[in-house]
DNA sequence: CGCCTAATTGAGAAGTATCAACAGAAGTGG
DNA sequence: CCACTTCTGTTGATACTTCTCAATTAGGCG
């Protein structure tokens, strides 16, 4: 179920008054800049599903969103974990190739994704972006767990500008999944991690980076 | 060290007499249609690497390529095979994020890539399809070695469309680094689906797939 | 045919998953 | 505010998978 927008924004231009802002007026501009339709979604709701026609890309204003695949065995993929700021919902043009979800309460914004013959150099730039991570991502999954969980640790941290306290939005069920690991290798992990020093003070999902450089070292294959 | 290019194309409107077709020219058409600059490479050959400016797309003309990168460990892992009529060499506008060398003899027909606010419908499908060929790949790295190699075998061959008798381009080497694992493990699991009689007739890099359907189902997550 | 590299096989070590039990947090209702 | 329930995370024991190191066999090519 998706639960209704919240409106007034602090960046906005465009004061929606009801139905959609014309598409021609949102073309002209940035892929959100004047197109402040909000939406909100309780923790575990669906902010799309695979198979959906994909007409909207969505830029999080706050919280998490997973997106993730369903393997034909049942187990799940998690793809990415999208943060304040990311952009996302770019697909082919068409229809879903994968789920995305509200790990936490979730603010987003909503553009829409027209047929491709408008192109925006910012929609392409995401896309970009989109591709190198999706590359990294490749990398670490043929790594080992202890290489794998300090890069989710040292790659949030940077992403939510935590420098060495970190407060992990998602559980373990969502790191496991998308590490391709279990969740007890992800807890056993990072009980390694701490009794080694790179990490502590360690409450479930409060965690303090005491050696970043060895974790860094750690991620990037060393 | 890379060789000089052939001229003739069967599809060449544009027969270059020498220096690069003027730019504009090249930009109203597609990306690749009227400008038939080819080049070849060989075996081993860099076609380009990493921290190189990424001015030029390429599109397989013959042979097949690899796209890796080495880990901070001495580790190589690579993203993608690129075979006959596939489109590489889309990057971050900038710098190369990462090398691409012939697996094989080679031979590609080049393009600018030029900055990105020319943006062509092509150019953005073809990132489009990179984007899920990527997501796919994040998916078979969280499988275990058995389907990893079903997938690789399954793959290649709908891609070199060879129904079910199979000739492998690439080295054990190569396909380990592809799928996250050793070569040794490569072997033991193409000699475990022999026993099983999913493949058969399997001499070194010819390998006939007996049971396409089985392999499908490995593939997929089953 | 003989050499050289690639591929396979073997044995043992290391890493990760699985199944099960336990501990800790967070929420619920009295 | 406290007991109760429930969900999440941790730990333990064991099985299974994959890696590592070493030896052997097979293929490709002069």
Redesign the interface.
Known sequence: MITQASVQTSTAFYQRTGGDPPVDFVRRHGLFDLYDKHRTFLANEVVFAEGQPSDFIYKVIKGVVRSY?I???G?R?I?SFRLGGDIFG????GHR??YAEAVTFVEVMVARHDT??I?S?EL??V??????R??R???L???SARQRVAHFLVDLAQRVKQADILDIPMNRQDIADYL?LTTETVSRTLTQLETEGLIGARVSRHIVLRDVFALR?LS???
Do not use: C, V, W
């Open positions: 695949t393997l034909a065995g187990r993929k793809h770019i697909d082919s043009s190739e994968f491709p013959n192109l150099q392409y730039d896309t970009i972006q989109e591709l190198i999706l590359r991502h490749g990398l999954l043929a790594m391709g070292r990037e294959g060393m």
